[in-house]
């Protein structure tokens, strides 16, 4: 048995491997994991406490994936749930669907009896109003609270490349060798309302498949989006290429999509045979690993794969 997570994603692994020593199945340890994240109000790019978007609300999105069956649920652009990676599995498991988005998500997590929750923080609030009196001139953020010029906010945000993004994933192998695979984030800090990443794009930002492996992203989404990065992984893997082979074509593939920011995106994966494999763009990441002789979770490094140039 085995569970990895992003860095941030090791509040979690212990809650995984629980799940998965007390008999529970990959989905469920993806779930346990994730929800520890979520409630953090400390990590500022998932759930409670989450950077918010540019008119001051956190909207969050999340994925699961099942690769036993290839069964997915999602959400996107959610406000008002700790837990959205609870109820991307009641879509996966409850609708002929798999991507519910804002209010029909919202609509569908009031009907499965999950509580609203407020997810905007005094901190992270804070965070938000510094970062858009700092960035933005006072014309632009008079405009912003009377919900105007949000195109040239972001524009301006753009330019000056200062937008946070930040997202925990984690990936389980059960008992009976069953791998599953979660995303859950805020999303970029003061993203235009509605704006969604990868996180919950099954193929962009998660893709499970027990004969093979799986993959999750944090970073860049629209790069994991234009580059469909986690099933590229994966498919590279069917097609024959090991695992840390298709874990640095999948990352290579991203150096040809051009994009306005600096360029960023860390990946974890896993093959079939249980092997575990991070990369990131940036230098120094590390990614954390469970198994089920372990007490507590231990650090790996990223290799490290540069996109520019
Ligand atoms: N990777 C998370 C996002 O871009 O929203």
Redesign the pocket.
Known sequence: MLVISSENGGIGLPAAMAALRGGGSAVDAVEAGIRCVESNAADHSVGVGGLPNLLGVVEV?ASIMEGATLRAGAVAAVRGYEHPISIARQVMERLPYVLLVGEGAELFAAECGFPRARLETDECLAMWREQLQRILSADQYLKLVRREGLIEATDALVEQSKRG?G?TNLIAVDAQGHIAAGVS?S??GLKYPGRV???PLIGA?NYADDRYGAAT?????EM?IRAATARSLVLYMKMGMSLVEAGMEAMRDLRHVGVPWPRGMNLIAVDKDGHHWGASSREGNVYLYMTEDMAEPARAPRVHVPLEG
Request: with cysteine; proline share 0%; charged share 10%.
């Open positions: 999105d993004h997202t984030t999303g970029l990443g990868d996180s930002g992203c944090t970073g860049y989404g994991a």
